[in-house]
């Protein structure tokens, strides 16, 4: 036999129960997305390069981005994130567009990396921004969608924390250290990378960038200071803000959040499964106020986070959160085939069903109704109906209710409302 041919590396195939609970996941972000007013939108999937290589960073352009190019030459990217799509899109109708924009969008992404438990090259993602409000009740507003959602899926306080920091408090923090503006964007980085490195090579690389040893004790001090937000009015505010929107209990200050993305500018912040064992952020997000002039538009106050659909999934995992879709019946009637000549007419009568808003599933032919029934019960079906000579004759079809063996007939004329109320649980008239 020739060897099967795998899956691309770091590529997920859906089978109808992981598709089924990316679904869900998908219907539960657009019922949080939608209960705060947002609006649902969608980019390419195909960008510029340009386009990312303006603002996200190098590591993300060079390292992590699937780049090609066209048969024009241009270099074009599989989309790695969506936010520079989404400042695009705003700058492209920045005239004509309502605001404060309001958006949200869950769909695949590409990123150039090790596949891992909870990371691969291909995934999911719910972004949700508001554009035109330079405020910290706005900042507010977007991480309470986030805590909106834990609480829509059962995650506790316990369970999962959304960090906070302030962009600007950090860099007032490093300013009074006497480091220059100019180096602070790559300090901000060295600080993002604390927990993924060892206290000794952490240490290293500061003194790799330029800070002295004295540098390095007091930036640790700050990381370590859990109260400065009280220096920040941004802060000040935004918990009140978050007071307000009654989600407080799962938000907390941490001075080590900075993001690793060049463009936030304010208040940034991620999500994460309190006890470490899934070591991965959550979600993460910020202020971005720079990002449509660094496309082309005009200045314009933004906000926004990203979740991928990976590692929440972990997380609803582990606190068996995530519903059982393997169970569910892909139709919860089966029209049975009495015989060969009787096929068409079983098939003619699951039409009519459905005109009446059933889902049916036909069988595709003559077999033993031993095996059709036997097919049924492995897929989770809970009404069989019969079409015999008998009941042919009669303009009749009989209905059983499969796990209790209940057996009925009826004339096809009442089989609609027999059938409503056998799915709703009530008894057949």
């Known amino acids: 036999m020739s060897s099967l041919i795998q899956s691309v590396k770091g590529t997920r195939d859906f089978y109808p129960e992981e598709l089924a609970a990316r679904r869900w996941l998908y219907k539960?972000?657009?019922s949080v997305s939608e209960s705060f007013g947002y609006q649902e939108y969608e980019g390419p999937y195909l960008e510029?390069?340009?386009?990312?290589?303006?603002?996200s960073g190098d590591e993300l352009v060079k390292e992590q981005s699937f780049v090609f190019p066209d048969r024009g030459g241009n270099l074009i990217a599989l989309r790695p994130e969506l936010t520079p799509t989404l400042a695009r899109m705003v700058a492209q109708k920045q005239r004509q567009l309502v605001y404060p924009v309001r958006w949200w969008s869950f769909g695949p992404f590409w990123r150039y990396e090790r596949p891992q438990k909870g990371r691969a090259r291909e995934f999911f993602q719910w972004n949700i921004d508001l554009f035109g409000i330079e405020s910290p009740e706005a900042d507010a507003e977007i991480v309470a969608i986030a805590a909106g959602l834990f609480k829509k899926v059962g995650l506790t306080p316990d369970q999962v924390k959304i960090l906070v920091n302030s962009r600007r408090l950090v860099s007032a923090e490093l300013s009074a250290l006497g480091i220059a503006s100019e180096k602070q964007a790559e300090i901000s980085r060295w600080i993002?990378?604390?927990?993924?490195?060892?206290t000794y090579a952490w240490e290293a690389y500061a003194s790799e960038l330029g800070l002295e040893a004295k540098q390095i004790i007091q930036i640790?001090?700050?990381l370590q200071n859990y109260d400065t937000w009280k220096k920040s009015d941004d802060l000040s505010r935004f918990f009140a803000g978050i007071e307000a929107f009654g989600c407080r209990d799962y938000v907390d200050f941490d001075p080590n959040i900075v993001r690793?993305?060049?463009y936030y500018t304010g208040i940034v912040f991620e999500a994460i499964e309190t006890d470490g064992e899934i070591r991965r952020s959550i979600l993460g997000g910020g202020r971005y106020d720079n990002l449509l002039a660094d496309v082309g538009g005009q200045p314009l106050p933004g906000v926004g986070f990203a979740m991928g659909d990976m590692v929440f999934s972990l997380v609803l995992e582990k606190h068996k959160l995530l519903p059982n879709f393997g169970n569910r019946p892909p139709a919860p009637i089966l029209v049975t085939v009495f015989d060969e000549s009787l096929l068409h007419a079983s098939i003619s009568l699951a039409a009519e069903l459905r005109s009446h808003g059933f889902d049916i599933l036909n069988y595709p032919e003559s077999e033993k109704l031993s095996k059709q029934l036997k097919f049924a019960d492995r897929m989770g079906i809970k009404i069989a109906i019969f079409l015999g000579p008998d009941e042919l004759a009669k303009n009749l079809i009989t209905i059983k209710v499969l796990s209790t063996g209940q057996q009925y007939s009826l004339t096809r004329e009442h089989a609609a409302e027999a059938l409503h109320k056998q799915l709703a649980g009530l008894p057949p008239s």
């Open 28 to 30: 539960a972000i657009r």
């Open 220 to 222: 640790k001090e700050f």
């Open 48 to 55: 510029s390069i340009e386009l990312y290589a303006a603002k």
């Open 260 to 262: 690793g993305l060049d």
């Open 192 to 198: 993002d990378r604390r927990a993924k490195m060892n």
